[in-house]
C-alpha cells in the first residue's frame, strides 16, 4: 500500500509535478498511479477481517471522525511545506494548507487545535465547529481542501478504513460485536468500540446472514465527496421550503411497493447528507440560514452521536460537522436569545481576511495564474502588490498610537521596519483593533476590478495606474456601497500610489538609468559603516586620498539617514542597530551589504537618487531627444524588461510617471 510520503501530498502529484512532466511520463505516472489505488482494495468475511486486518492495529480501526482527521493533519503536517508559502510559517500549519491559503495561519491553528482536543477525547469533541468570517476570506477553501486531505488520506495505509460492505452509513465493522463481548474485546485489544449497527444493517443481518455476524461481508472504503462516502455537503435552499429529508432521509416509496412494509430500513431512502458524511466530515454552507429544526438536529448529532427518524431507534453516526457563515447571517443569529443554548455547543473560529499585503498578493498571484484569461497578459511587477496594499488599507482600523498612521501600520504587518516601533509591538497593536480583518474589500472584489481591465485593454498588458483606474471605476460603480464609502476607499487608493508605488517605481527607474548601481550602493554602504563606526567610537577616520585625518562625517551620515526619516534623537539607536547587524554578518563569515537592513537599503537608494535627479529629469524629459538622450531612454527601457520585469507598454509608463512625478516635486 501507498504511505502518504509515496503520494507525497495530493495536490503535488497530481497537479505541479505531472503539469511540468512530459506527456508520455505524465500518462506513466498516471496508470501507476491508478493501478496502486486499486491494488489497496480488500474484501472479505467479518471473520476474515478480525483475523486479517484487525489485528495489525486495532488502535487505527476504532477511531472516531475527529481522531481521524486529527491523524490525517499530523501526516500532512510532517510534509514538506511546498513552494510557494511564506517560509517562517508556524509550525502546525500543515502541507496540506501551503501554497492554498495565505495569511490566516491563526485562524488554521485554532482549527487544528480543534481536532487535537476533539481527537483526545474531550468535551470540544461534541461542539460543532463554525467558521465565521467575510465572503471570500478562506473558510470554504479552508474545508474543501480538509476534504480532499481526508479522501487522499484514506488511500494511504495509515489512513485505511474498513465498512461493512453496502450500508450507506459505511458503518465500522466493529459495530457487529455484541455489547456483551465488548469488554472482552477491550481486554484483548486494549481499545473501546463506540458505536450500534444501523438498522439499515441489522435487517440484512437477520435476513441474508440469519444473524450470524461472523459471514457478513466487510470491505476497505476510501472517502470521496463524488461518490458520497464519508464526505457530505449541504447547502441551504429557500427556508421555506427546505425538507429535513435532505438531511435525514425519507420513506422510498419505489422500494415500499417492492418490500410491502414502510417501517423496513431497506425501503427508507438513505441519501441524506448526514449519512453521506457518516465516518467522516459534514461541510454545512452558510447554516445559520437553515431552520431551528436543522440546527437542534446537528447539534444534537454531534453532542449524542445519533440522530431519530420515525420508524427507527436512534441511528448512530460519528461524523465531524464543519460548518460555515458570513459575519452579517451571524451577527443576526446573536440578537435572537433562544439561540443562546444553540452557540453554546459550538466552537467558534474567525477567519478574517488576510492583514499583510504580500499575503494578499500571494493570494492575487495564485487567482492570477489559475485563471486562463490573464495566462498571456503580462502584468508590471507592482500590480499585484499595489492591488494588495489597497485591499489591506480598507480592512485596517485607524491607529489610535501616536506615530503610528494606516501606511506604518500596513507596513508593520508586512514585517517591514517602521521607525519607532520594532516587531514586538505588532501583537499588542493587533489587539488593539480584534475586529481588523472582517470587514474591507475582497480578493474577489480585486480580482474582478483586474478581469474588467484587462477586457478594456487594446493590448495584453497591464500596468499600475491602469489597475488603479480600474479598482476607482469598479468602487463608483458598485451599487451596494454608499457614498462615504466610495470616497473613503478612492482615498486609499490615492494613498496606495503615494506611499508605494510611487517609491517602488522611481527606484526601479533610477536603477535602470543607473547599471553601476549595486557597485556604488556598495561602496555608500561601506562608507556609511566607517563613518558611523568612527562616530560611535568617537575617533577620527582617516581620508583615503590625502591620508590625513578628519571627525567623521556627519553631515553626510544625516543626509542618508534623512532620507528615511531618521529623527535627531533616533540617529544614535538606528546607528547601533546597524552595526549589530554588521557584526552579526562578520561573525557568519558574510560580506555585510544592502540585503542585510531593509531601511538602510531604502535610504542608500533614496540618497543616490537624489544625487542624480536632474540627469534622470533632462533623459526622460525630451520631448524631442537627440539621439545621445534617446540612446539612454532605450538603455533604461530595455533595462526595466530585461532586470526588472516590465514589457515595452509598461516599461514607457513608467518612465512617463517618473517624469511626471519629478516634475511636481
Known amino acids: 500500500m501507498k504511505t502518504l510520503s509515496e503520494i507525497d501530498v495530493h495536490r503535488e502529484i497530481i497537479t505541479p509535478r505531472l503539469a511540468a512532466a512530459p506527456r508520455g511520463t505524465f500518462i506513466d505516472d498516471l496508470a501507476v498511479y491508478a493501478t496502486q489505488h486499486q491494488a489497496q482494495h480488500w474484501r472479505g468475511t467479518f471473520a476474515e477481517f478480525l483475523h486479517d486486518i484487525l489485528p495489525q492495529d486495532p488502535g487505527k480501526l476504532t477511531r472516531s471522525s475527529h481522531q481521524y482527521i486529527h491523524d490525517m493533519l499530523c501526516a500532512y503536517r510532517d510534509a514538506p511545506l511546498r513552494e510557494g508559502h511564506a517560509q517562517g510559517s508556524s509550525p502546525t500549519v500543515t502541507a496540506l494548507f501551503a501554497g492554498e491559503l495565505f495569511g490566516i495561519d491563526a485562524a488554521l491553528e485554532r482549527a487544528i487545535d480543534y481536532f487535537k482536543a476533539a481527537a483526545a477525547g474531550s468535551d470540544v469533541g461534541r461542539r460543532l465547529l463554525l467558521l465565521l468570517g467575510p465572503p471570500s476570506g478562506g473558510k470554504s477553501s479552508l474545508v474543501i481542501l ?4 481526508l479522501e487522499e488520506y484514506s488511500h494511504t495505509e495509515e489512513g485505511a478504513l474498513y465498512a461493512l460492505q453496502g450500508s450507506p452509513l459505511h458503518e465500522s465493522p466493529l459495530n457487529l460485536i455484541p455489547a456483551s463481548m465488548r469488554p472482552r474485546f477491550r481486554a484483548t485489544y486494549g481499545v473501546d468500540i463506540q458505536g450500534e449497527v444501523s438498522p439499515y444493517a441489522r435487517a440484512r443481518l437477520d435476513d441474508e446472514f440469519q444473524g450470524d455476524f461472523m459471514r457478513f461481508p466487510v470491505e476497505r472504503i476510501f472517502l470521496s465527496e463524488a461518490a458520497r462516502v464519508g464526505v457530505g455537503t449541504y447547502a441551504p435552499h429557500d427556508p421555506t421550503t427546505a ?18 412494509d414502510e417501517g423496513d430500513p431497506r425501503a427508507w431512502s438513505w441519501s441524506g447528507a448526514v449519512y453521506a458524511a457518516s465516518r467522516g466530515v459534514l461541510e454545512m454552507i452558510e447554516i445559520l440560514k437553515v431552520k431551528r429544526e436543522f440546527l437542534y438536529l446537528l447539534l444534537t448529532l454531534t453532542q449524542e452521536k445519533n440522530v431519530k427518524v420515525s420508524r427507527f431507534p436512534l441511528i448512530h453516526l460519528d461524523e465531524t460537522i464543519l460548518a460555515h457563515t ?16 444553540l452557540l453554546d455547543r459550538m466552537v467558534i473560529v474567525k477567519v478574517p481576511y488576510t492583514l499583510s499585503f504580500r499575503d494578499e498578493a500571494r493570494i492575487y498571484r495564485k487567482l492570477v495564474s489559475s485563471a486562463p484569461a490573464f495566462r498571456k497578459v503580462h502584468f508590471d511587477p507592482h500590480v499585484i502588490d499595489l492591488a494588495a496594499v489597497f485591499s489591506i488599507l480598507t480592512r485596517l482600523q485607524k491607529p489610535q498610537r501616536e506615530g503610528l498612521d494606516l501606511t506604518k501600520k500596513l507596513k508593520l504587518y508586512a514585517d517591514e521596519d517602521v521607525e519607532g516601533f520594532t516587531a514586538a509591538d505588532v501583537p499588542r497593536i493587533r489587539q488593539e483593533s480584534t475586529d481588523e480583518g472582517l470587514t474591507g474589500v475582497s480578493p474577489r472584489f480585486v480580482i474582478n476590478a483586474v478581469s474588467n481591465a484587462i477586457t478594456r485593454n487594446n493590448v495584453a498588458s497591464l500596468t499600475s495606474m491602469e489597475m488603479l483606474l480600474a479598482l476607482k471605476d469598479a468602487i463608483e460603480t458598485d451599487a451596494r456601497m454608499d457614498a462615504t464609502r466610495k470616497k473613503q476607499w478612492i482615498e486609499f487608493l490615492v494613498l496606495a500610489r503615494k506611499d508605494f508605488y510611487n517609491r517602488w517605481v522611481k527606484e526601479d527607474v533610477h536603477r535602470a538609468l543607473f547599471a553601476s548601481f549595486q557597485e ?9 559603516l566607517d563613518e558611523i ?22 553631515r553626510f551620515l544625516r543626509s542618508v539617514e534623512e532620507k528615511i526619516k531618521i529623527s535627531e534623537s533616533g540617529k544614535l539607536s ?33 540618497y543616490l537618487f537624489e544625487e542624480r535627479r536632474d540627469v534622470l529629469r533632462l533623459v526622460t524629459s525630451r520631448s524631442r531627444p537627440d539621439d545621445e538622450a534617446e ?31 519629478l516634475s511636481q516635486e
Do not use: C, W
Open 146 to 149: 480538509l476534504k480532499r486531505g
Open 533 to 554: 563606526e568612527a562616530s560611535l567610537d568617537k575617533r577620527e577616520v582617516e581620508d583615503p586620498i590625502t591620508g590625513e585625518s578628519r571627525p567623521p562625517d556627519e
Open 520 to 528: 556604488e550602493a556598495q561602496q555608500l554602504l561601506e562608507k556609511y
Open 574 to 606: 538606528f546607528r547601533q542597530e546597524v552595526v549589530r547587524k554588521a557584526m552579526v554578518a562578520f561573525k557568519a563569515g558574510e560580506k555585510f551589504t544592502l540585503d542585510n537592513h531593509s531601511r538602510l537599503h531604502e535610504a542608500v537608494e533614496q
Open 243 to 260: 425538507d429535513i429529508a435532505d438531511l435525514v432521509g425519507s420513506v422510498d416509496l419505489s422500494k415500499v411497493a417492492e418490500i410491502g
Open 326 to 341: 458570513n459575519l452579517a447571517e451571524f451577527n443576526k443569529f446573536l440578537q435572537e436569545k433562544e439561540n443562546e443554548a
Open 631 to 661: 540612446q539612454k531612454i532605450s538603455a533604461v527601457q530595455e533595462r526595466l524588461i530585461r532586470e526588472y520585469g516590465y514589457d515595452q507598454h509598461s516599461a514607457k509608463e513608467a518612465l512617463n510617471y517618473v517624469t511626471t512625478l
